[in-house]
T-cell receptor
C-alpha cells in the first residue's frame, strides 16, 4: 500500500509565488526524500531529510519533517515556470534501500 | 551520481505479446530497481534486482509476468510478458549508487508502454 499521501493533488500558482506541498506517511522512517518528475519522465532527486532532522534547505527548497505527526512539507520559494512538474515524497524504512512513494502533487506555475 | 539509459523509450504493443526493457548504468551498482507508473499514478516498486541473485518481487508482482535479468553490475532487463491493456504504464529503472549517495536513487528516463 502507499506509504505517503500527498496534498494537494494539484496546485496552480503564479510565477514568483511560493508553493507548499504536504506529505503524510504511516510508519516509522529512516529518511524522507522529495523527487521531481517532468512530464512523465524519470524522477530527479531534490532533497533528503533524516528522521532526526526537523528542517533542511537547498536553494529555493525548504523541507520540514514532523515525525510525531508523520508528515513532511516541501516549500518552493519564488517559483518559476520551470518548476512545473509532479513532486513526490518517498520514504525509506528499515535497513533496506526500498523507497515507497507518495501519491504526488502536480504543480503548475503560470507566467 | 549515476547516468541511466533505457531502451526503448516508448513502444506500442499488441496484447498477448511480450516486451523486454533494457536498463544501462554508467557505473557499477549493486542494487537496481524496477518501478511501474500507471497513467496519472505514483510509482510502484515491481522488484529489486541484485547482481548474482534472484530478483526480489513486491506483493502483487510475480516472476512469470515480469521476469528480470541482471547479468552484470551495469545492466538489467525487465520483460513484461503476455501483455494486456492494463500493463500500459511507464516503466522506470533506478539505482542506488554505493557510498553516501546510497540512500537516494537515480532514475532512468522511463519506457512508456501502450498495449492495444
Amino acid at each position: 500500500s502507499q506509504q505517503g499521501e500527498e496534498d494537494p493533488q494539484a496546485l496552480s500558482i503564479q510565477e514568483g509565488e511560493n508553493a507548499t506541498m504536504n506529505c503524510s506517511y504511516k510508519t516509522s522512517i529512516n529518511n524522507l526524500q522529495w523527487y521531481r518528475q517532468n512530464s512523465g519522465r524519470g524522477l530527479v532527486h531534490l532533497i533528503l531529510i533524516r528522521s532526526n532532522e526537523r528542517e533542511k534547505h537547498s536553494g529555493r527548497l525548504r523541507v520540514t519533517l514532523d515525525t510525531s505527526k508523520k508528515s513532511s512539507s516541501l516549500l518552493i520559494t519564488a517559483s518559476r515556470a520551470a518548476d512545473t512538474a509532479s513532486y513526490f515524497c518517498a520514504t525509506r524504512t528499515g535497513g533496506g534501500n526500498k523507497l515507497t512513494f507518495g501519491t504526488g502533487t502536480q504543480l503548475k506555475v503560470e507566467l | 551520481s549515476a547516468v541511466i539509459s533505457q531502451k526503448p523509450s516508448r513502444d506500442i504493443c499488441q496484447r498477448g505479446t511480450s516486451l523486454t526493457i533494457q536498463c544501462q548504468v554508467d557505473s557499477q551498482v549493486t542494487m537496481m530497481f524496477w518501478y511501474r507508473q500507471q497513467p496519472g499514478q505514483s510509482l510502484t516498486l515491481i522488484a529489486t534486482a541484485n547482481q548474482g541473485s534472484e530478483a526480489t518481487y513486491e506483493s502483487g508482482f510475480v516472476i512469470d509476468k515480469f521476469p528480470i535479468s541482471r547479468p552484470n553490475l551495469t545492466f538489467s532487463t525487465l520483460t513484461v510478458s503476455n501483455m494486456s491493456p492494463e500493463d500500459s504504464s511507464i516503466y522506470l529503472c533506478s539505482v542506488a549508487p554505493p557510498g553516501l549517495a546510497e540512500e537516494t536513487q537515480y532514475f532512468g528516463p522511463g519506457t512508456r508502454l501502450l498495449v492495444l
